[in-house]
């Protein structure tokens, strides 16, 4: 009983150590990335940046109150079950986390982020699928919509139930592809990164003068805009490919693309005006 009691103890202090140090860098992931993105694109450039405005209006501050508050419960979700699972997972040895990149190398460490980029998007498209089931929609996913013309805020926007799908992604592939701590922090980065753009409501993707996206793999701000605007397309977190290979994709995305960067889609108004060249 006295050792059951001990062991109990130590996982406790174990668990508490780390999440005190865990805690504070899922906040600032959050804080600077949906806050630099915010500060960035909808503040100090949205001058600028007014001719890739995606609609008319802007959220309002409920709106982005609401959002930073339950990404606030997000964080220590995030947390919570980093030092958990991902710390527990360590300190028992079924997760194998390197220092650094010299242990396995510089093509193994290229492997490593894209791998957990790639895992991360269908992670995120199928367990997103799952959660737009009308049964779970409502306690899983409903807090995300809410936010009908999103934010940058809006990336950690979520229901506990989602917050906790979403967190145990990082687990799961850390117990299947032993990882080093640097690939992790860029993969980190980038999911926040993409995140918040995607939640931007501004296009900041290249387009070609047809008015098609230059990286057509990728999603783009209007990709995931669309999402929030008419939820039941567009499901895709980094990439494109499952939306087109589960035909899921916004039948209207290349023309809500098109019109998002002010050109004529395929050059269709130019045939329209006789072939005279409108950008
Ligand atoms: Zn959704
Ligand atoms: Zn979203």
Avoid at 183 to 209: K, Q, T
């Amino acid at each position: 009983m006295e050792t059951a009691i001990t062991a109990f103890a130590d996982a406790a202090s174990f668990v508490a150590g780390t999440y005190v140090r865990v805690l504070p860098t899922d906040l600032l992931r959050y804080l600077i990335g949906a806050g630099g993105v915010y500060l960035m694109v909808n503040l100090l450039l949205r001058r600028a940046l007014a001719g890739r405005k995606i609609r008319d209006k802007s959220p309002d501050g409920v709106q982005m109150r609401r959002e930073f508050w339950a990404s606030m419960r997000t964080v220590a979700i995030f947390a919570l079950i980093g030092s958990v699972l991902v710390g527990g997972g360590i300190k028992a040895g079924v997760i194998e986390v390197d220092a650094g990149i010299a242990a396995r190398g510089w093509a193994y460490f290229a492997f490593n982020i894209a791998a957990l980029i790639i895992l991360h998007d269908a992670w995120f498209y199928w367990t997103h699928r799952l959660i737009h089931l009308p049964r779970l929609f409502r306690r899983l996913h409903r807090l995300h919509h809410k936010s009908y013309n999103p934010s940058p805020w809006t990336s950690y926007s979520f229901n506990v139930g989602e917050a906790v799908i979403n967190a145990l992604f990082l687990p799961i592939v850390l117990f299947l592809i032993p990882s080093s701590g640097p690939a992790i922090f860029v993969f980190l980065v980038h999911m926040m990164l993409r995140n918040a753009i995607g939640h931007c409501g501004y296009e900041l993707f290249p387009s070609w003068r047809s008015g098609r996206p230059v990286f057509d793999w990728l999603t783009s701000v209007t990709h995931h805009d669309l999402h929030h605007a008419q939820a039941g397309w567009n499901y895709g977190l980094y990439f494109t490919w499952w939306d087109r290979l589960m035909e899921t994709e916004h039948p209207l995305y290349h023309e809500k693309f098109a019109e998002a960067v002010r050109k004529p889609l395929d050059g269709s108004a130019v045939k329209a005006l006789g072939g005279r060249q409108v950008v």
